[in-house]
T-cell receptor, first 112, second 113 residues
Framework: GQQLNQSPQSMFIQEGEDVSMNCTSS?????WLWYKQDPGEGPVLLIA?????ELTSNGRLTAQFGITRKDSFLNISASIPSDVGIYFC????????????FGTGTQLKVEL | DAGITQSPRHKVTETGTPVTLRCHQT?????MYWYRQDPGHGLRLIHY???????DKGEVSDGYSVSRSKTEDFLLTLESATSSQTSVYFC????????????FGSGTRLTVV
């Protein structure tokens, strides 16, 4: 099946720092999404991307749909303690029905 | 105001026993999904449903079955639980084909001893 490789696996940063993470695939995707999971909860959608090259922001979060359609990036500016959690990328490819493929997640920890 | 609820939230069961997890939605969404979350593997699709009585397998469906007799309920059954099925299980819903902004439940933590 499709696989999404997400990196880094975990990050430990200082409050106020910017954060970057990415997701790569061996196959072309036509939709990329980014989710955040708080401890003890289910993932929540942050950003959805639908076109190659698209750059979309949601507050301090900015995500990009890679031009090759095989990758996506998420940046968080000026991190705060509530940014702690697991960030998942997810993708949909043509012929995948209404199913998403999820990445392995990036665990973000913020030091005050 | 949760439109999707999972029950139970936590369960401990013995190897070889049957277990059923329930997902209930009040959004009248057509699509429902069961995922499991394990360290290093992210979220993996077990089964999904695209309507009442319409279900299909995901990538890790062995040892699991599902049923959807009503729009609002999607049940996941472990016929004979094994320790490898210890995991956190998430249900998700989506409104229509092409809408990939899934809404997830809060999860069920299942431990098989």
């Amino acid at each position: 099946g499709q696989q999404l490789n997400q990196s880094p696996q975990s990050m430990f940063i200082q409050e106020g720092e910017d954060v970057s993470m990415n997701c790569t695939s061996s196959s072309i995707f036509n939709t990329w999404l980014w989710y955040k999971q708080d401890p003890g909860e289910g993932p929540v959608l942050l950003i959805a991307l639908y076109k190659a090259g698209e750059l979309t922001s949601n507050g301090r979060l900015t995500a990009q749909f890679g031009i090759t359609r095989k990758d996506s990036f998420l940046n968080i500016s000026a991190s705060i303690p509530s940014d702690v959690g697991i960030y998942f990328c997810a993708g949909h490819f043509t012929g995948g029905g209404n199913k998403l493929t999820f990445g392995t997640g990036t665990q973000l920890k913020v030091e005050l | 105001d949760a439109g999707i609820t999972q029950s139970p939230r936590h369960k401990v069961t013995e190897t070889g026993t049957p277990v059923t997890l329930r997902c209930h939605q009040t959004e009248n969404h057509r699509y429902m999904y069961w995922y499991r979350q394990d360290p290093g593997h992210g979220l993996r699709l077990i089964h999904y449903s695209y309507g009442v009585k319409d279900t299909d397998k995901g990538e890790v469906s062995d040892g699991y079955s599902v049923s959807r007799s009503k729009t609002e309920d999607f049940l996941l059954t472990l016929e004979s639980a094994t320790s490898s099925q210890t995991s956190v299980y998430f249900c998700a819903i989506s409104e229509s084909a092409g809408n990939y902004g899934y809404t997830f439940g809060s999860g069920t933590r299942l431990t098989v001893v």
